[in-house]
T-cell receptor
Framework: GAVVSQHPSRVICKSGTSVKIECRSL??????MFWYRQFPKQSLMLMAT?????????EQGVEKDKFLINHASLTLSTLTVTSAHPEDSSFYIC????????????FGPGTRLTVL | AQKVTQAQTEISVVEKEDVTLDCVYE???????LFWYKQPPSGELVFLIR??????QNEISGRYSWNFQKSTSSFNFTITASQVVDSAVYFC???????FGTGTKLQVIP
């Protein structure tokens, strides 16, 4: 089956620093990747949709300058949380959609970010 | 606009009991996909099932079964003879533009 990895799985950083999270599709090409955020005991909220080679589309209320998304290849998308603050602490999950029209998304294992 | 409602926020059952998790969706789309995911305490989303809008056949997989009814816009999930390992948060999700329900936390008490 299609596998999506995320790195790192956990990260703790100081307030004001930037953190990069990688999302990779390991055995398939993904023209579209999605980034979600999940607060404790809440559902997943879509942050942005990233298409390979073009700018990401952000959902309403998500700051594009705060959450930088780069989708440089068909197997890699990165999310950089810039100048992180404690309120950015959350569980970030990416998913990848198979190239070729299928609507199915495959989820990564998530990255738990803690900003001190 | 599309919406997914999981009215049960938390359910507790005693081991070996059957439990049904409800999922109701709203959409104007005629073609869509519905999913169920399990999220154990580790946080990783575990895919359980995908169903497209044209396939209303109910499905059984071991102790898991799903009842998809377009007439009531529901896609309910039943666990038979629940086990402690079933304790998790379960999300129903709707795809065109992906929308997750708020999740149901299931606790199975030994």
């Amino acid at each position: 089956g299609a596998v999506v990895s995320q790195h790192p799985s956990r990260v703790i950083c100081k307030s004001g620093t930037s953190v990069k999270i990688e999302c990779r599709s390991l055995d398939f090409q993904a023209t579209t990747m999605f980034w979600y955020r999940q607060f404790p005991k809440q559902s997943l909220m879509l942050m942005a949709t990233s298409n390979e080679g073009s700018k990401a589309t952000y959902e309403q209320g998500v700051e594009k300058d705060k959450f930088l998304i780069n989708h440089a290849s068909l197997t890699l998308s990165t999310l950089t949380v810039t100048s992180a603050h404690p309120e950015d602490s959350s569980f970030y999950i990416c998913s990848a959609r198979l190239a070729g029209g299928s609507n199915e998304q495959f989820f990564g294992p998530g990255t738990r970010l803690t900003v001190l | 606009a599309q919406k997914v409602t999981q009215a049960q926020t938390e359910i507790s059952v005693v081991e070996k009991e059957d439990v049904t998790l409800d999922c109701v969706y709203e959409t104007r789309d005629t073609t869509y996909y519905l999913f169920w995911y399990k999220q154990p305490p580790s946080g990783e989303l575990v895919f359980l099932i995908r169903r497209n809008s044209f396939d209303e056949q109910n499905e059984i997989s071991g102790r898991y079964s799903w009842n998809f009814q377009k007439s009531t816009s529901s896609f309910n999930f039943t666990i038979t003879a629940s086990q402690v390992v079933d304790s998790a948060v379960y999300f129903c999700a709707f795809y065109q533009k992906v929308t997750f329900g708020t999740g149901t936390k299931l606790q199975v008490i030994p």
